[in-house]
């Protein structure tokens, strides 16, 4: 079965410096989606980025971009650049014929 | 109006009452999903639907019935809950095509719900 997995419950950043949240699956497909989403606190859940596995080029969007290693099944997400509304859950999410998110990692920015 | 919206905001009820939550999607998608989400568990996938037809009811109990009537609304009835049923329920749309991957989904605020 697949799974989503996070191992990083919390993390901190100083403002304006770069982070690096991880994530890895599991899967036996070729072709999928991987996405990561990010929940603000009290505000709706919103796609920061998004990687089709059959492109080998990483993903980016302005500050966000992705590492994605598909033979290691990894799938990090870069924030460049932090700023104070970058604070937010973050989840990981794989999808094929179902969709699966990881148990999320919260980010805190310090200014 | 844009986007996914839900309605209540914010739901307390007792065990015993029936309440109803309702998702409307302005995007002119043609799949809807309910997911609950828990401080304790990662976000739940409840049920999916496909033009109107459920595809998806991942063993969810049945004190959670949802409704169809159309590919705008999605509607979660809800009848003697537990107290282990409160959590935020997002209501979530998307556009799914010929491939059958779940694309990207565009979520509601939630219904923050309380069985007391």
């Known amino acids: 079965a697949q799974t989503v997995t996070q191992s990083q419950p919390e993390m901190s950043v100083q403002e304006a410096e770069t982070v690096t949240l991880s994530c890895t699956y599991d899967t036996s497909e070729s072709d999928y989606y991987l996405f990561w989403y990010k929940q603000p606190p009290s505000r709706q859940m919103i796609l920061v980025i998004r990687?089709?596995?059959?492109?080998?080029q990483n993903a980016t969007e302005n500050r966000f971009s992705v590492n994605f290693q598909k033979a290691a099944k990894s799938f990090s997400l870069k924030i460049s650049d932090s700023q104070l509304g970058d604070a937010a859950m973050y989840f990981c999410a794989y999808s094929d014929d179902k969709i699966i998110f990881g148990k999320g990692t919260r980010l805190h920015i310090l200014p | 109006e844009t986007g996914v919206t839900q309605t209540p905001r914010h739901l307390v009820m007792g065990m015993t009452n029936k309440k109803s939550l309702k998702c409307e999607q302005h995007l002119g998608h043609n799949a809807m999903y309910w997911y609950k989400q828990s401080a304790k568990k990662p976000l739940e996938l409840m049920f999916v639907?496909?033009?109107?037809?459920?595809?998806e009811n991942n063993s969810v109990p049945s004190r959670f019935s949802p409704e169809c009537p159309n590919s705008s609304h999605l509607f979660l009835h809800l009848h003697t809950l537990q107290p282990e049923d409160s959590a935020l329920y997002l209501c979530a749309s998307s556009q799914v095509g010929g491939r059958e991957v779940y694309n990207e989904q565009f979520f509601g605020p939630g219904t923050r719900l309380t069985v007391l």
């Open positions: 990687q089709e596995a059959y492109k080998q």
């Open positions: 639907y496909n033009f109107k037809e459920q595809t």
